[in-house]
């Protein structure tokens, strides 16, 4: 399953992030380009991802030990640069929020966007030594921390919170919940944060239980997805109910309910961005029985998730 902010869009190279000279190289190519970051906000110009030369950047130019190598574009560099500045630097071109740029550019770019924002945002907040307290230094072409003080040395690497996510289905309908500060028609998935010391399918069957009070009789793999927002990996499941009666036992949701492909087709609810692993997790499920598909029978809203509980939300 496809899905937004995935895919073969960069290789990543990581032999060359322990390669100092092949770094330094690729940091000098006529070739390379730089993916400016301001305030979490990601640059695009013209209907793209905002790929700069080091000229265009000018004295905004950090030090290749401040830069994040993300890899190689159609053999072209690529490095994730943050911008410091008061006010966003117009004169670069238009920076915007990921949310507000993935409908802007192509899906590849989409990808880029946010691989390059997470890396700098990474950065930003792991300025410090999580141990002692040290500066961290940049090390391995941006993907390693390490801390200044020789006495602590700890190194630090990016860290994504494994999230997973499911369309429970039963009786030709599937489950889907709305948060209290949801528009009354939006309903999503199911989802929720994996904790220490539990598996994928564990955590699948504790979070429907605890939201929802159904039981499942088996869940399996769907796909996965980047979700930067900020740090998310969501990892996708379709799930078969044992139980069908609704109890919502944490307070998480305040509406949950069983819809058919009918009440889909018929706009009843208001489904998910479609750059979401929520989407393609109910269109697999809409999709699997023949006839006109999900994409063409149903409007997206424009909803724009808080910042709340849960990873989908995010």
């Known amino acids: 399953m496809e899905t937004c902010f995935s895919g073969g869009y960069i290789d990543r190279a990581t032999q060359l992030r322990r390669d100092a000279a092949g770094l330094a190289a690729a940091w000098h190519s006529p070739a390379m380009r730089l993916l400016p970051v301001w305030e979490a906000q990601c640059l695009i110009r013209d209907g793209a991802a905002g790929r700069l030369t080091a000229a265009e950047l000018g004295a905004r130019l950090p030090a290749l030990e401040q830069a994040v190598f993300l890899g190689l574009e159609a053999g072209a560099p690529r490095f994730a640069v ?3 500045s008061r006010e966003a630097p117009a004169d670069l071109g238009h920076f915007g929020g990921l949310r507000d740029l993935i409908s802007l550019v192509s899906g590849c770019d989409a990808a880029l966007l946010a691989y390059a924002r997470a890396m700098v945002n990474w950065h930003r907040q792991h300025r410090h030594c999580g141990a002692c307290g040290a500066p961290n230094r940049p090390a391995d072409g941006g993907f390693v921390l390490a801390c200044s003080s020789a006495s602590c040395a700890r190194r630090a690497f990016p860290r ?13 309908h599937c489950l889907l919940g709305r948060q209290a500060s949801w ?22 069957r504790r979070e429907v239980a605890e939201e929802t009070g159904i039981g499942l009789a088996h869940c399996h793999y769907m796909g996965s997805q980047p979700w930067p927002f900020p740090a998310s990996l969501m990892i ?3 799930a078969a109910a044992a139980t069908a009666d ?28 479609r750059a979401s692993i929520a989407w393609r997790l109910v269109e697999a499920w809409y999709d699997a029985v023949p006839g006109p598909g999900l994409a063409t029978l149903h409007r997206e809203g424009a909803f724009l998730r808080p910042a709340g509980a849960t990873p989908e939300q995010r």
């Open 82 to 84: 943050q911008v410091e």
């Open 236 to 238: 996708g499941f379709h």
């Open 183 to 204: 528009p009354a028609q939006r309903f999503s998935t199911i989802a929720g944060f994996v904790e220490p010391g539990e598996a994928l399918e564990d955590a699948v």
């Open 246 to 273: 609704i109890t919502l036992n944490d307070g998480e949701l305040a509406e949950a309910r069983w819809f058919s492909r009918a009440d889909l087709a018929a706009g009843e609810v208001v489904l998910p961005p």
């Open 160 to 172: 994504l919170d494994p999230a997973i996510i499911v369309l429970v289905h039963h009786d030709r």
